[in-house]
């Protein structure tokens, strides 16, 4: 098999402090945020196409809610607001050309609030969070990736919900309740296949024929 290593930035390193901890420091809000990475970057937000508003990048205390500032970003394609402390997505109406929506390391419970891009969406890495349900992907119509390792997933059920994306590629679910219980039975990859066939790349790694047919078999 060949391995495909998704984005350094998806994984974030070690994963014994990969959980982000409780916000014990001032906040910023996103408007905030937009200004100081316009003035960092010399550009007009509005009219960026790839807009990062990470603490890392900005020196900036962490972003706890997704406000109504997002709206202006109508230009944007990739939104990078991984590594905050975000509770809820939100405030996404107006990102009429939003392709990539980059939420690893937050403190994420559901993806509910994807609506507003969900005819335009076709990546979605939300890694490093508390998703337990993935009640809602069913309406992304366009998603191609999911990435989302290290959260709660634990049921086939939230799996199965996948289904309905047509066009789903390239998914990653290791580090979940589900991935490590089906770990010992060590057949994790042909349970995934035998549920989306239509996948390419799991967990970094090219679905090969052998498996295809495994998972046939089951």
Excluded at 66 to 76: F, I, V, Y
Aim: proline share 5%.
């Amino acid at each position: 098999v060949r391995v495909v290593s998704p984005p350094t930035a998806l994984f974030g390193g070690g994963g014994a402090a990969s959980r982000h901890p409780e916000p014990r420091w001032p906040m910023t809000s996103c408007k905030d945020a937009i200004k100081a990475w316009e003035t960092a970057q010399s550009v007009v937000a509005a009219e960026a196409e790839d807009v990062r508003l990470c603490p890392i990048a900005l020196q900036l205390p962490l972003i706890t809610k997704m406000d109504g500032a997002l709206g202006t970003l109508k230009s944007c394609k990739h939104l990078r607001l991984s590594t905050n402390a975000i509770d809820k997505i939100a405030n996404l109406n107006g990102l009429d050309n939003l392709e990539i929506l980059s939420l690893g390391r937050n403190s994420l419970k559901s993806i509910n609030g994807l609506d507003p891009v969900a005819d335009t969406l076709k990546q979605l890495w939300i890694s490093y969070n508390q998703i337990g349900s993935l009640a809602g992907v069913e309406k992304l119509s366009h998603l191609e990736v999911l990435f989302m390792s290290n959260n709660k997933i634990s049921s086939w059920a939230e799996v199965e919900r996948l289904a309905a994306c047509s066009n789903m590629r390239d998914l990653l679910l290791k580090g979940n309740p589900l991935c490590d219980a089906c770990a010992e039975a060590g057949d994790w990859r042909i349970q995934v296949v035998k549920r989306l066939p239509g996948l390419k790349t799991l967990d970094g790694v090219i679905i090969d024929d052998e498996e295809r047919e495994r998972a046939k078999e089951l």
